[in-house]
């Protein structure tokens, strides 16, 4: 589990804390002096040197060789600056996490280190973890997700030419989708605009990190000292999942490998990528299944500089207040709603599993016919959920083509968000100050 990771990561930490209280008196000013600049916060030696022991211990937990600690470095502060620039887009658009939902989350990452709240609170600071510190973390990790699904994967179409396409490949492949697969990779970023100079030096770092691969260096040391995409510094591991859910790229490299084996260097908008296929095996067919739908409607309203959190959740009170008092679902929506299906009485239509975001979905699915939920958060704002209908399609055909179209929206989603994180890193401004003492 990630937040278990996490949470051993954090640990670690104190283990730093205690060096810094060790050394001399002159040290603390080197620590604390500021080594980047992103657009107009600081990011400071000693935020960098607390994030380097967390990576460390998490490498050393997963058995991974550590590169030299200069290299390590340069990843991670690259790595703490691309989370920053997406941090303050987050709160520049007004996209945060109550503390009703971080305290949520909070229990959960608890029971999955099966512990009660009071207790597991009590271990992190007993092992020097504020726990102020680690729940803003948290709530960082729940702003980033939130804004991945806001800016990349909601916005993902895909056609049903796509699909028609996918199936037929999939027939004439003999069933890839059932192979599942685990895999690494490597990722060197391109700047949007690059120039030949920076494509010539990119390119030669991606055949320098192939040619360690291919002596015989350690596939996740390689990427913790190359790579930029944020699980580079976890080895690059991208889990099992089944091969059709790889990006198109990833999948065309891994039919031609061996379990052990690793591709060339392959070449996206995005930049230049390694990928390593760790094993694979073979999955059954799975048997058709009753295909859930759910017809919804719903009343949104957004948080912005203008409207906060409180107010919009005050709006929708007041507004089911008067949906409980006999008004018009479908003309308050039409008088208030944020969203484009106001002009349809906020009438979504026909909803299929995965459609809509994980914090809507589940609310979604609570409720009883007709039943109008308390206002619900997700990555677009608050939300006032009504169901007027569920039913449930054993239709070979169509389970096929929602399987297919969940497929190929995640890997479009994933090869979307490598090029969002790369258009917003390259319209930051950023200021490195390594030198300074």
Known sequence: MKFRILLLCLLSSLAISLAHAQTPRAQPLEVDRIIAVVNDEAITAYELRARLATVERQLRDQKVQLPPREVLEKQLLERMITDRVQLQYAKETGLRVSDLDLDAAMRRIAEGNKLPLQDFRAALEKDGIAWAKFREEIRE??????????????????????????LANLVAGGGSANIEVRTAHIILRVPEQATPDQLMRIGARARAALDQIRRGDDFAKVAASYSDAPDGLS???????????LPALYADAVKKLKPGEVSDILRSPAGF??????????????PVAALKQTRA????????????EAEAKRKLVALKERLENGADFAELARLHSNDLSAAKGGDLGWLYQGDTVPDFEAAMDALKINQISQPVQSPFGFHLIQVLERRTENVTDERQRLAARQVLRE?????????????IRDRAYVEFRVEER
């Open 273 to 286: 990528h390694i990928v390593k296929l760790i094993d694979q095996a073979g999955g059954a067919a799975k």
């Open 411 to 423: 890997r479009k989603a994933d090869e979307a968000y490598q090029d969002w994180v790369r258009q």
């Open 235 to 245: 080895g690059g591991l991208m889990g099992a999942r089944p091969l059709d859910r």
């Open 141 to 166: 990790e729940i702003v980033l997700s939130r804004l991945r699904e806001r800016e990349v994967q909601s916005r993902v179409v895909v056609t049903d030419g796509e699909i028609d396409n996918y």
């Open 297 to 308: 409607r719903h009343i949104l309203i957004k948080v912005n500089e203008l409207v906060s």
